[in-house]
């Protein structure tokens, strides 16, 4: 198992960056997601917007890895919750893997907030946990999807 | 971006430029009134599920707990049923 936190500062106000990150995909430089479905939405009493979504994913593991893994299925569904506030400032995003789940687990949250002193300014927190089980390229795995996770959360800041 | 079920990605579109709109322009804004895109919501839905039921994605075997209540042993965000 590994557990795993960072934190990266965008350059651009809340607003911004939240909206970039509600169409997070498609991203061209993230071919990971092939899909993506909105399973449920709507606002809490609090006015807090609440969605529900699921990803189709495209690990692309390296073929060795599929060998071991006996598994020709690298496409895996994900299952996200993203909460945003907008009287906070705050979008809190949970994900979890639905499928796959016999041999690995990730999970993933990120807050984005903005930064305390300058408003002009982003602050997301991610964190993982990542957990292979029964192989022993676990920490190979598990040190590969970190540095791919951490990867594809800075790429929300590119605009094209 | 497609949708799980290929004949849905058209409706999918039709729905995300609907709420997106409703994002940048009202909810971001302070506007506290639902997003009008019920119906084009309501019919994308329709075509998900069955793509869903159709490729067997077990999208209810997990029970989310969403971000404000984690508190499991070893798992801090979710739990998961036995599957």
């Not at chain 1, 995909?25 to 969605?51: A, F, I, K, Q, W």
């Not at chain 1, 599929?66 to 906070?88: C, F, M, W």
């Not at chain 2, 909810?27 to 009008?36: E, H, N, Q």
């Not at chain 2, 159709?54 to 049923?81: A, L, T």
Request: aromatic fraction near 8%; glycine fraction near 6%; include cysteine.
């Amino acid at each position: 198992m590994k557990i795993w936190s960072t934190e990266h500062v965008f350059s651009y106000p809340w607003e911004t960056v939240i909206k970039a990150a509600m169409r997070k995909y498609p991203n061209p430089m993230n071919p990971n997601v092939v899909g993506v479905d909105v399973l449920d939405r709507g606002l809490d009493t609090e006015g807090r917007l609440h969605s529900h979504r699921l990803l189709s994913t495209e690990w692309g593991l390296p073929g060795i890895v599929r060998a071991i893994l006996g598994t020709n299925h690298t496409q895996t569904y994900v299952k996200e919750h993203s909460i945003v506030d907008p009287e906070e400032k705050k979008m809190e995003l949970c994900s979890t893997n639905i499928t796959l789940t016999n041999l690995i687990s990730v999970d993933e949250r990120l807050l984005y907030r903005p930064h305390p002193d300058n408003p002009e300014v982003t602050v997301l927190t991610q964190e993982a946990i990542i957990t292979v089980k029964g192989v022993s390229l676990s920490s190979y795995l598990e040190g590969m999807m970190a540095r791919r996770m951490s990867a594809n959360a800075r790429k929300v800041s590119i605009i094209w | 971006m497609n949708s799980v079920g290929e004949a849905c990605t058209d409706l999918k579109r039709e729905y995300d430029q609907c709420f997106n709109r409703w994002f940048a322009e009202k909810f971001l804004k302070g506007d506290r009134s639902g997003d009008p895109c019920t119906e084009s919501f309501r019919v994308y839905q329709r075509c998900v599920q069955k793509a869903i039921r159709e490729k067997e994605i077990p999208v209810d075997g997990v029970d989310f707990m969403g971000p404000d209540k984690g508190s499991g042993k070893d798992r801090s965000f979710f739990s998961f049923n036995a599957s």
